[in-house]
């Protein structure tokens, strides 16, 4: 019975040397999942961070803007890091810089059709 099992551990350690794959063919598909992650994820939203934020440092006193939670108003004070907008009817409110969506010409631009 002895003999059987002697068998299978030469083979299997035969197989085993002879069959290990090469270090660069199994990181491979790793690293093509990272590249294809990269262009379709980290870099468009590195983009659009970076477009935002030079959307908040170009914001000025009597800029229209539109926040993020729907609100349209005028700026009337500005701070590094808040913001006071005007609304209707001479409403102030004090909200975080960080919190303005855009300025409000870009809702009411017009497509134009080509």
Request: charged share 20%; aromatic share 10%; glycine share 8%.
């Amino acid at each position: 019975m002895n003999f059987l099992f002697a068998n299978a551990y030469a083979q299997e350690a035969a197989g085993a040397a002879a069959g290990q794959p090469n270090a660069m063919a199994q990181f491979a598909p790793f690293v093509i999942i990272f590249i294809i992650f990269y262009f379709l994820m980290i870099r468009p939203q590195k983009k659009k961070l970076q477009e935002e934020q030079t959307m908040l440092n170009s914001l000025a006193k009597g800029d229209e803007i539109f926040t993020k939670s729907g609100i349209i108003g005028t700026i009337h004070g500005l701070t590094e890091k808040v913001m006071t907008l005007e609304i209707e009817g001479g409403v102030k409110l004090k909200m975080l810089r960080s919190q303005a969506g855009g300025k409000a010409n870009v809702i009411f631009e017009e497509k134009k059709e080509k």
